[in-house]
């Protein structure tokens, strides 16, 4: 006897009308991609996400007189001087990228990033929403998840070796 979920189901199944072979088929995909390790997916967020923040810090130290002239005048951080704001995205900037690449106190790196973030996106360039909402969901993913199993915090036993399971 069936219950009445298991009809609804069916109802349900029939009446979208998707070819059984297309739901064979992107249910083969889908359980292939799924085998994708997520531990190289958190290294590949690690270093895509310190590759962009690393960037930014060897451009403001290529110039720094510039870069301080543009914590002045373009960027305009409220509350800290432009010399103290530079020197401190610079320092997170390139602290950050260095841990998070090493996957070492991965939760820790990317709280300064995000808290850059957020200023950026709420003083800067408020316009600049669709690259600040992605590099900010890598972090949130890297904070809540942490390194993996391809990282220093991991190989230190700063993480635990059997993460959450969803």
Request: glycine residues 8%.
């Amino acid at each position: 006897m069936q219950t009445p979920i298991a009809t609804t189901a069916q109802t349900h199944r029939a009446s979208t009308g998707v070819p059984a072979g297309f739901r064979a088929r992107l249910a083969t995909v889908t359980d292939f991609l799924q085998r994708l390790p997520l531990p190289l997916i958190q290294l590949l967020f690690r270093l895509a996400i310190a590759a962009v923040f690393l960037k930014g810090g060897l451009t403001k130290t290529a110039n720094w007189m510039l870069t301080v002239q543009l914590f002045a005048d373009e960027y305009q951080v409220p509350i800290l001087p432009p010399e103290i704001a530079a020197m401190l995205s610079v320092t997170f900037e390139f602290g950050c990228s260095i841990l998070l690449a090493l996957g070492l106190a991965t939760r820790l790196a990317t709280l300064p990033l995000l808290g850059m973030l957020a200023v950026i996106q709420t003083f800067v360039y408020p316009n600049a929403w669709v690259d600040h909402l992605t590099w900010g969901s890598i972090l949130l993913f890297l904070l809540t998840r942490g390194g993996g199993a391809l990282s220093l915090d991991r190989l230190l036993g700063l993480e635990p070796a059997s993460p959450r399971q969803e």
